[in-house]
């Protein structure tokens, strides 16, 4: 039996890629490689191309055995998806419309798909639960929550059986050829100003938390990928039919703190002109998300094995390794 990874050489993909391999798990991967890097699975099956390709999405399920999909590809800067919705309506929904149509048509049983703590927007509690109310409040959350909704009423009318796993805030790094080289992410684009010594940039100050900043729930993305094969195997096995969970620590870092931290791990925290910079609020974010963890626990018997400070050092030991070929 085979996975079909879409998105698998992007910065996620490629973790999941990896450690669904190092379990036994057979893999092929689908990637348009607008984002991805074919370098980072370079012995994996592999077809170029577009989820909104469904000839494609169907020929690979069936010349490939594929029997479940893990569906990572998509489209995830929030305050790019403010400024351009349609896109991300198109890349988002009516990809993932278009693999629903053509995977579970060639005969795909299972499905695996990346949601987002987007889905829930500004939730005024302490920590999330699933069933905490979702309210997104940008154009990504949205067609997140729209893409859960979708997979479970196709999963009524068809039989699929599926796991919606809601990342919380992804970092780090488990082998420094995966790293995150994009600097969409809070982790890199401090590393970025770091590394060309300019000071690094906070986006607001005034939200109404201790100190002013953002909060959020960072997961290593070495968890975010023993998630999805514990999710994988519950689905073979039988253990689940369908399940939406969150994939967080249940503890909540401050950016301002994030950064603190960073400067610790990179040396730079005694340096004038790294003391970070304060910039107007972007579009679109929340004050403060924490997960609870518990359904995924319960249900997987999953749990988060990282701290902040190993999602740091991981990833500027992946930051400061030369990038891989490819």
């Known amino acids: 039996m085979t996975w079909l990874v879409t998105g698998g050489a992007g910065y996620i993909g490629a973790h999941i890629v990896s450690a669904m391999r190092r379990t036994g798990e057979a893999v092929v991967v689908l990637d348009d490689l607008s984002s991805g890097d074919r370098g980072r699975i370079p012995d994996v099956p592999f077809v170029q191309g577009s989820v909104l390709d469904g000839e494609l999405v169907s020929r690979t399920v069936t010349e490939h055995g594929v029997h479940g999909v893990v569906h990572v590809a998509a489209k995830k800067q929030v305050e790019e998806s403010v400024r351009r919705p349609l896109h991300y309506y198109r890349e988002n929904v009516e990809g993932l419309r278009t693999l ?126 023993s998630a999805h094969v514990a999710a994988a195997r519950a689905l073979d096995d039988g253990r689940v039919d369908a399940l939406t969970a969150n994939i967080g620590r249940g503890e909540g870092v401050s950016v301002r703190e994030m950064v603190a931290t960073i400067r610790e791990v990179t040396g730079t925290a005694g340096s004038d002109w790294a003391e970070p910079v304060i910039e107007p ?29 190993d999602m740091v050092e991981s990833a500027w030991a992946g930051w400061t390794s030369p990038a891989p070929a490819g």
């Open 100 to 225: 629903l149509e053509a995977a579970t048509g060639a005969g795909a049983a299972s499905l695996i798909f990346s949601s987002s703590a987007a889905v829930y927007g500004a939730p005024d509690v302490d920590v999330v639960l699933e069933d905490t109310d979702c309210r997104p409040v940008n154009p990504y959350g949205t067609t997140k929550l729209v893409g859960e909704r979708m997979v479970e009423e196709v999963a009524t009318a068809t039989g699929l059986r599926y796991v919606n796993l809601r990342y919380f805030n992804v970092a780090g790094a488990a082998d420094p050829a995966l790293t995150d080289r994009g600097v969409s992410n809070l982790v890199p684009m401090v590393f970025q100003r770091l590394t060309q010594e300019q000071p690094p940039r906070v986006f607001g100050d005034d939200y109404d938390t201790p100190d002013g900043t953002c909060i959020r729930d960072f997961i290593h993305v070495g968890d975010v990928a």
């Open 281 to 309: 609020r972007r579009a679109g974010d929340p004050a403060r998300v924490v997960a609870s963890a518990d359904r995924i626990r319960d249900a997987l018997g999953w749990e988060a094995s990282y701290g902040v400070r």
